[in-house]
């Protein structure tokens, strides 16, 4: 199999936990450092499969990849090619498909619940998981589904927490994370949180004792949940 490209597109937010995982099952793949301008591909000839990492910046931003990356999304969806998406990676698959990307009543950073929505897509991609579990977030925008996608997972203060269409998974949320993102996101982010929360979002955005608190088992039952959906994704590489 050649090899599964992952797009990253700051240094801090790499494939993190599903790096391991993709080790884990022998499946070959390659970063593609778009803060580094590594190249985009112009066609998917040859790539099993995208995978799209977070990143600061918003889909609507005049940036030269972008529209590079949308057109290689569309291309890989039209062919049936695997295509996985976390937050800002679900946000452009979103705007590819023809969603939209706007602000979120608030912002979401931490710890927080989804609940599976009640539909042939959710249970296909998440078997026996439970009705609501904790993943992890930290995003002030969020997509629209985009036409022919079923919405599959949703937050209290995010309607759209993930979507799938064929072959194709996009997360709002995070479950890519492992421990030592979290304390490095929660960190570095501090001045962030300090200004959601000055603004009224006490509620949706941790701080950094809370988003550490009992970390190492959090993320374990995360990336246990993690599993499940990427042993979905994983599937279509057929």
Avoid at 29 to 43: C, G, I, Q
Avoid at 137 to 153: K, V, Y
Wanted: with cysteine; proline share 7%; hydrophobic share 40%.
């Amino acid at each position: 199999m050649n090899e599964i490209l992952i797009f990253r597109h700051v240094p801090h937010e790499g494939p993190g936990y599903l790096g391991d995982y993709l080790d884990r099952r022998g499946l070959r793949h390659r970063l593609v450092r778009v803060d580094r301008n590594d190249p985009v591909p112009e066609s998917i000839a040859g790539i099993p499969a995208l995978v799209f990492m977070g990143g600061p910046m918003s889909v609507n931003d005049p940036l030269p990849w972008i529209p590079k990356v949308l057109h290689l999304i569309k291309q890989a969806v039209d062919a049936d090619i695997p295509v996985l998406g976390h937050c800002l990676g679900g946000q452009l698959i979103s705007r590819a498909l023809g969603g939209g990307i706007t602000k979120n009543p608030v912002k979401e950073i931490g710890w927080l619940p989804v609940r599976r929505n009640d539909n042939p897509q959710a249970r296909a991609w998440m078997g026996g998981l439970p009705g609501e579990f904790e993943v992890y977030h930290w995003h002030g925008e969020t997509f629209s589904i985009p036409p022919g996608a079923t919405r599959i997972l949703a937050s209290r203060d995010c309607a759209n927490q993930a979507f799938a269409i064929g072959k194709t998974l996009a997360f709002q949320c995070h479950v890519e994370m492992t421990a030592a993102m979290v304390r490095d996101w929660a960190r570095t982010g501090a001045e962030e949180i300090a200004q959601a929360r000055a603004a009224g979002a006490t509620a949706t955005v941790q701080t950094e004792a809370e988003q550490c608190l009992d970390l190492e088992a959090r993320v374990a039952r995360m990336q246990r949940i993690a599993d499940v959906f990427y042993d979905r994704w994983v599937q279509g590489l057929g």
